[in-house]
């Protein structure tokens, strides 16, 4: 592994109602998420921007996986941290942890609290900055 490379490359969050979670992550982000099945597994892909910084991942619908609160917590960039709240929270999702200076916690309708995580621009800044990138705030790059 290089400097250049982000060690994080993809992340399964377990779902159980795949059609709902779909529907809301799309709605929400106004994402288009690639539907695939691999054996058993039932998944919803998060595009994968070229060029980009940040992991993609998928939504699963698998036996034996659950949603939780608990684990590790996913960012999505999001220009706006107040709307996406809001976006939430019409379309069955919650706010966890109301707005702080750049972040929002926020559970979508398969109740794992990770992957509802914000991150907007700095306060005064127009730019978005993670530990591994710095976007445009106008073309911010998700952090899937």
Not at 21 to 38: H, K
Not at 121 to 126: D, E, K, Q
Request: overall charge neutral; charged content about 20%.
């Amino acid at each position: 592994m290089t400097d250049e490379t982000n060690p994080v490359h993809w992340f399964d969050s377990p779902v159980n109602d795949l059609e709902r979670a779909n529907q809301f992550y799309e709605t929400v982000f106004g994402l288009q998420l690639s539907l695939n099945e691999r054996g058993p597994r039932q998944m919803a892909w998060f595009p994968r921007g070229r060029g980009g910084c940040g992991a993609t991942g998928t939504l699963m619908k698998s036996e034996g996986d659950a949603p939780s609160h608990a684990g590790t917590l996913v960012y999505l960039t999001v220009t706006d941290i107040e709307g996406t709240r809001d976006k939430v929270n019409a379309n069955g999702g919650r706010t966890l942890l109301p707005k702080t200076a750049i972040v929002s916690i926020l559970a979508d309708p398969e109740r794992w609290a990770l992957r509802r995580c914000t991150l907007a621009t700095t306060p005064g800044s127009t730019t978005t900055r993670s530990s591994t990138c710095t976007t445009d705030a106008h073309h911010p790059t998700p952090l899937f």
